[in-house]
């Protein structure tokens, strides 16, 4: 691959001319040598690349935790509302994300961001059965018989047909946990409406075995480590 074809396709700050001129500055280093021609083909899963000082890695694609905040939609593009890709800091940008799934407007917590289409699609497959925890608030106390009629597997509105999920009471008698194996539309509030309940407050804290970072403020995003990205498709 060329040099600064490289460099700007992993470092979304850095414009094609930006590693031009950084070239001409003797700012770029291949295996420790200075490269002044940005055109120069380098081979990207073994040389050493420094720009500006600071190593580039490669990384054919690119997975980010997003805290997702209410009022922000799961979408590329939108004339009125803010989206998701919005919230992505420059250092993190790169063509081709997208939201891998999808919360409600209102909803808050964890939304995967990247732009590797084939995990996405396992990850949201109906067949791969990726648990996902939200913590829910409700309007009235959860009754004791939601716990096992969510277990059971329960018919929503429209004769849909849920696979059994975890409900967990909390010590507030108005919030829990659920983990669901699917994700059908509005399921988590459609679920509580069937039961004669309401959804008050939405988060998602869990996909797979990977927990949204509790340090991670509402709008923060962080890149997901490689070591990490499995616990994405855990069951
Ligand atoms: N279930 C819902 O009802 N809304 C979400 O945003 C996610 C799951």
């Known amino acids: 691959m060329r040099l600064d074809k490289f460099i700007s396709s992993q470092r979304p700050d850095l414009s094609r001319s930006a590693v031009k001129e950084l070239c001409r500055k003797g700012r770029i280093t291949v295996n420790g040598e200075t490269v002044k021609d940005p055109g120069k083909a380098i081979d990207e899963n073994n040389d050493k690349v420094c720009a500006a000082g600071e190593p580039v890695t490669y990384r054919e694609h690119i997975y980010i935790m997003l805290n997702k905040p209410a009022g922000v939609i799961c979408a590329t593009k939108d004339r009125l509302t803010e989206t998701v890709l ?14 891998a799934g999808r919360l409600d407007k209102d909803t808050e917590g964890f939304v995967l961001i990247t732009d590797d289409g084939e995990l996405a699609h396992k990850m949201l497959s109906p067949k791969s059965h990726v648990p996902k925890t939200y913590l829910v608030r409700l309007e009235k106390p959860l009754s004791a018989g939601t716990v096992p009629l969510f277990a059971q597997g329960m018919t929503i509105d429209g004769g849909e047909q849920c696979m059994p999920a975890e409900l967990t009471p909390s010590p507030d008698p108005c919030e829990c946990s659920l983990v669901l194996h699917e994700g059908k539309f509005h399921q988590v509030k459609r679920m509580f409406a069937a039961a004669g309940n309401k959804v008050v407050y939405l988060k998602r804290v869990r996909i797979g075995a990977l927990n949204l970072d509790e340090k991670l403020p509402p709008g923060g995003c962080l890149e997901i480590l490689h070591k990490d990205v499995e616990k994405l498709l855990a069951r």
Request: overall charge neutral; hydrophobic content about 35%; charged content about 30%.
């Open 86 to 99: 919005e919230l992505i800091p420059p250092e993190l940008r790169r063509s081709g994300l997208f939201p």
